[in-house]
């Protein structure tokens, strides 16, 4: 505890001399101190435990325990550690006062007593323990606060690492439900689109079907009609080989051998014609396959000539004098699960994409002129038996940088209104999720593009349906019942 200057100071005085105890009880009280006595060691140690004194005046020759000995046990008390202890020895030899130092003394005083130097070196290690006691309080502040100081920060710590954890969280949480967002529009846009070209295609194709069908049908008796009409006018020839002149003329004019030839090549191609679309409308209504949620076994390559009987007008648009070749390069590949008209929209975006960048390339002139612009599809099976389609073209290719990023939903190079950017990104969704195959795009030997997809041959058995045109429809999700 630290004392004022105010509180009173006192000295426990230790020897066995009433004598000196007198003496420098008188030259301490004239200090304003106050005093206590003991006249040997055991009741020093007694006083000093109980009464706490602020400084010791030890004798080291006493009966009993001799100074040394109550300085030894003084410093080994807890309670009585602290005080300052100044030998009294009538000794002169070094070595003892060299003991009492060591055995923790503050200082000592020489017997006879000068009055002067006891007072000043009392009022020194007085002065002396007053300041050490101060400074240990310092301290004692000085640590409390560097304590609190640590904890404050501790807590700032702990509370910047929230702050950081809880930000994290609901930027993850951001982004989760951007991402949902996104998705959620995408399936939006492209069910829209897909479920109104397929009913178009599914609706043109049934008006189609009916008128077309009374054509073909009614060619083969077209023809026979036509086959017995020209076997009467023989047997007429037949009968009367001298018809008169107007009749004579009349046939000449018709040019009966002539228009006898031709009509049976007209009635051919009309039959060729016919077939062509009952071909087309049969393409269409494989391509939309619009009554098909399930998986079917389907052959790829069908689904592939649909799609691009479908994309042949876009086939055929000149640009600048040139015209892209299909090559096909099928391998005998059996029929696969899937779902068809999903597949038919993964070949539908890759082929178009694929039409669009050659076009651009030849109207940019990107590509030379003696370049011409192909798409190469070629199927196969290979040994993990997957279905494997490849679709390659000789357009300007994809530069690294884009590659990555072309399966991100709405990532598009195409001007504003031309390109979602969904082509990709939802025919990896197909391919990927709903099909547990693979798709990636590579460089293609011939600087074009090459897109390879992947489809298992059996998918497993009882998979959820897909595309449902419900647009917040998702795979592996429980809906909650309202109660
Ligand atoms: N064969 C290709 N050659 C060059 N670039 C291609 C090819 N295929 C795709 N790309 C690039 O990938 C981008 C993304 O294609 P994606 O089909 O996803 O979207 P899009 O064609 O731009 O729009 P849409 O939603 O109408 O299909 C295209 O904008 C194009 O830059
Ligand atoms: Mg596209």
Redesign the pocket.
Known sequence: MKKTELQKVRILLVDDTPTNLAVLSESIQDQGWTTLFATDGETAIEQAEYAKPDLILLDVMMPGIDGFETCHRLKSNKLTAGIPIIFMTALSESTDKVKGLQLGAVDYITKPFKQEEVVTRVGMQLRLHRMTQQLEYNNELLNQKVAEQAQTQAQLQQLTQDLEARVQMRTAELSQALENLKQTQMHLVQSEKMSSLGQMMAGIAHEINNPVNFIYGNLKPAEDYFKDLIGLVEHYQTCYPSPDKTLQEHIETLDLDFLTEDAFKLLESLKIGADRIREIVLSLRNFSRLDESEVKAMNLQEGIDSTLLILQSKLRSNVNGQQIEVIRAYGDIPKVECYPSQLNQVFM??L???I??LYEAIQTSKMSPAQAPKITVTTAINLSGEAVIEIV?N????PEA?RTK?FDPF????PVG????????ISHEIVVEKHNGSIFCLPADNG??R?VIKIPCKQPVEEAPIFTHDPFYKKDTITATHS
């Open positions: 975006n890759i178009a994409n694929a669009d960048a073209d357009g300007p290719g994809i884009i072309l990532f598009t190079t195409k031309k390109g979602t950017g969904l082509g990709l990104s074009g593009t897109f």
